[in-house]
């Protein structure tokens, strides 16, 4: 069984879409960078502190990410209030910044930890783009203060590397650790609704190919 050390909806739902099957159990831990720490150590050490975090059965496997905006060398975490979010997407408009996330899956027997980067280039924004955006309140909780599978979609010219990194978990990569991690379990043909750090596993059949 996958336990999903986090309370993010998006992750949740990318693990769902994917037909993962996951139960939620959250980790607390401090996301606060440390002084003159670089990107890439900070997302690894925050994921492997929230999979060390979580208690763990000797069937599961734990699944912790951090994801983390990097503009010019600078970490941007989520904005401490809305002035902060003006100061991040200012900064981002008309420019070419990365998107890092940590992916650190645990058992009882071994740990892996794995590092995924995509490139996002942002439009030029206007102040009244940039104060519509804050005042709509979804940048708040998110890292770089944008969400890309959300309102601030309008915004985004261009990505490199996987889209689902940018949302908050890159959903191909943990699916290729896991059948490496559990000696090639599929993890397929499940949904999980997820609720106040609750969830429920439920059956489901593959959806049908979208029509384009």
Request: aromatic content about 6%.
């Amino acid at each position: 069984m996958l336990v999903l050390a986090s309370r993010s909806p998006r992750r949740a739902e990318l693990l769902a879409a994917a037909g993962i099957e996951f139960s939620v159990r959250a980790a607390d831990v401090d996301e606060t960078p440390l002084p003159e720490e670089n990107p890439e150590h900070y997302v690894v050490r925050v994921a492997e502190a929230k999979a060390g975090a979580v208690a763990l059965g000797d069937d599961e496997i734990v699944l912790a990410a951090d994801t983390t905006v990097v503009l010019a060398g600078e970490i941007m975490g989520k904005p401490m209030d809305p002035a902060d979010a003006m100061r991040m997407l200012t900064a981002l408009s008309s420019q070419r910044h990365e998107v890092i996330t940590a992916v650190c899956l645990r058992n009882s027997h071994r740990t892996i930890t794995d590092l995924s980067f995509s490139a996002v280039w942002f439009a030029p924004l206007s102040v009244e783009e940039i104060q519509w955006y804050v005042a709509s309140g979804e940048p708040m909780d998110k890292a770089g203060a944008y969400g890309i599978q959300g309102l601030a979609s309008r915004f985004i010219e261009r990505i490199e590397g996987s889209y689902t990194n940018v949302v908050g978990l890159p959903v191909a990569r943990v699916y290729q650790l896991l059948r490496e991690l559990a000696g090639g379990a599929d993890f397929r043909s499940a949904r999980a609704e997820v609720s106040e750090g609750r969830s429920e596993i439920c059956p489901t059949t593959p959806n049908p190919p979208a029509q384009v």
